[in-house]
């Protein structure tokens, strides 16, 4: 599995369900030009959106190949690849100020990554029990619209992942006024000073993994 980050809460998943099958292309909360960032670009089969409300999360138009859309909760098999999209909000009073977000865990290659879209709360049990095991959890950071660095380290107590990938925050050229990755790195005690542009991953690497952060670089096309 070869997941890259386009920034914001938009990466791409490429990875090969089956063996002796193609790869596929998976696709998170693409966003158009107007957040300041080029928006993904290419093939994808798989997009998901994790509320369709805002436009930094739901703007697929410069993903080509028709990929399959997913922006609701269930359960889904897509050449392969299990995902499923679970209920939740987008803020800390059951969505009454900015809406629903679905959280997603897709499963390929025996790995587990889970997306939680703009997450604006604590997980509650039956989130918990819905989510499982986790072996990779992209995860917002940046607060103001999004779960506070607090409360991010709070969920990935929750959740314990082998892999944490920060998400949603300021970068370069990112016009929404929210924070960096510092407070988050702050919270958590450190981050890793050098960054990863793709990080390529296989089961057997996880099982090695006792806990670790990445911190991506923005990818171009």
């Known amino acids: 599995m070869n997941i890259s980050w386009y920034g914001h809460s938009c990466f791409k998943i490429q990875t090969k369900p089956k063996r002796g099958e193609n790869d596929i292309i998976i696709i998170t909360d693409p966003f158009g030009r107007s957040i300041g960032l080029r928006p993904p670009q290419g093939q994808a089969d798989i997009v998901t959106i994790s509320h369709i409300q805002h436009d930094d999360h739901n703007d697929p138009?410069?993903?080509?190949?028709d990929p399959f859309v997913i922006d609701?909760?269930?359960?889904?098999?897509?050449?392969?690849?299990?995902?499923?999209?679970?209920?939740?909000f987008h803020d800390a009073v059951r969505g009454a100020e900015r809406g629903r977000n679905t959280?997603?865990?897709?499963?390929?290659?025996?790995i587990r990554v889970c997306h939680l879209g703009d997450l604006g709360h604590t997980l509650t049990?039956?989130?918990?029990?819905?989510?499982?095991?986790?072996?990779?959890?992209?995860?917002?950071v940046g607060g103001t619209f999004t779960i506070e660095p607090k409360e991010a380290k709070e969920v990935i107590g929750q959740l314990e992942p082998k892999i944490v990938i920060p998400m949603h925050?300021?970068?370069?050229?990112?016009?929404?006024?929210?924070?960096?990755?510092?407070?988050?790195c702050e919270e958590l005690g450190s981050c890793p000073k050098e960054k990863t542009s793709r990080l390529s991953i296989k089961r057997k690497d996880i099982d090695n993994i006792k806990s670790e952060i990445i911190i991506m670089n923005i990818i171009n096309s």
């Open 125 to 140: 049990e039956k989130q918990l029990e819905q989510i499982g095991q986790i072996d990779i959890l992209m995860i917002p």
């Open 72 to 88: 609701a909760a269930g359960e889904y098999s897509v050449k392969g690849a299990s995902i499923q999209g679970i209920e939740s």
């Open 169 to 184: 925050y300021k970068v370069k050229g990112v016009k929404i006024d929210f924070a960096d990755e510092s407070a988050f």
């Open 103 to 110: 959280i997603f865990v897709i499963e390929s290659e025996n």
């Open 61 to 65: 138009s410069t993903i080509k190949n």
